[in-house]
């Protein structure tokens, strides 16, 4: 039995906030850091990234906020690019078969991930890698060794796949490679500890399973991070719904008014999983969420600040802050409305959709339904609206979104 010294119990405490530590628990963690810190051997901790689209979220840095405290404490954070895992596409929580990626998409996703990555944690010192090198490289025999380590009752247990073939819908081959492939990753790169979303554990548990088969004595830890939800407090925060997503790549504006958009029932979750707090912090926002006398507004404009200060700095929360107070609060418009050359005639549909302002027509139609469009303040109710006006208007969609029509 090892004696494990307080100082490490606390440090495992700290950085496993709101995670779930498998298996072992908090003490197994305790163990491998004071093991770590005893032997001078920093842990090798796995963070496997498939570029599958260009931009990250907030959702994402709940897990690049534990590789940032890992390096706090000396850890290597070994970033692995999916190369080859990409062009399979990860079935988890999937309905469907994942489209796969061409090579040069996911390298060109990849840099735009490093760049938005740099905001959160020190990718200078990670060690970065693409599980294409090894996994490209591999021969048929050495691809029917890594797949004789599980069977297919084993795989038919996970969620998705079960679900899928009770269903009808079909399984392809080639699905079930990815978590094997997720799982020789953390023997390539002899991880100590891997982390994933929850929706990670069946392939995160597997990276064990495969160490153990190829030899490793002491296997990987897994931490599983909870999945936010978006600004709809229903959906996970994802780019499949922009709606309700918040991008690292969002301006200040749009961050800091899409973070006041929250429903009060998040605003614990996102102080807990995307900011610094301490736990008598985060206590004493609970408590305050209670009290009757207490307006959430307040506790949402103190949560909109810290996380749009973090990625834009002071200035940019300041500012943003200030506009949403002159815009939501003062019922005023923006300083920076950009202004639209406009054909007459232009039909609302489609200029929303070649604005960005929404990311289809179908969209469009819908924000139209639920009064989120209006010119000069006046909702547009129809759908076959088009544009007719003597100077110029101002054109409106949802909350944050305006544009300066001129001829």
Known sequence: MVDIREEFIEQAK????????????????????????????????????????????????????????????????VLIVGGATAMVGDPSGKSETRP???????????????????????????????????????????????????????????????????????????????????????????????????????NTLLGRQIQEAYGKKYPQMVMLLPIIEGTDGVVKMSKTYPEHCISLTDSANDMFGKLMSIPDTLIVKYYSLLTDVTEEELKSIEEALK???????????????????????????DKAQAEFINVVSNKGLPSDIPEVKVEQGKAILDLLVDLNFVQSKGEAKRLIQGGGVKIDGEKIADMAYTLNFADSVILQAGKRKYAKLIK
Do not use: C
């Open 100 to 202: 796969s990626l061409t090579k040069e998409q996911v390298e060109e996703n990849a840099k735009s991930y490093f760049e938005q990555m740099a905001k959160v944690v020190d990718v200078t010192k990670a060690e970065v890698t693409n599980n294409a090198d090894w996994l490209h490289a591999m021969s048929f025999t050495d691809l029917l060794k890594l797949a004789g380590q599980m069977t297919v009752a084993q795989m038919m247990t996970r969620d998705d796949f079960a679900k899928r073939y009770a269903e009808g819908r079909p399984i392809s081959v080639h699905e079930f490679f990815y978590p094997l492939m997720q799982a020789y990753d953390s023997v390539e790169i002899d991880a100590d500890i891997e982390l994933g979303g929850t929706d990670q554990r069946f």
């Open 14 to 77: 700290r950085i496993s906030r709101g995670a779930e530590v498998l298996p072992g628990g908090i003490e197994e963690l305790a163990v491998k850091l004071q093991h770590a810190k005893d032997t001078n051997t920093p842990l090798r901790v796995k963070l496997g990234m498939d570029p599958t689209r260009p931009d990250l979220h907030l959702g994402h840095t709940v897990v690049m906020r534990k590789l940032r405290e890992f390096q706090k404490l000396g850890h290597k954070i």
């Open 291 to 317: 009290n009757p006398e207490i307006n959430p507004r307040d506790l949402k404009l103190k949560l909109a600040y810290t996380i749009t200060e973090e990625y834009h700095g002071k200035d940019g929360a």
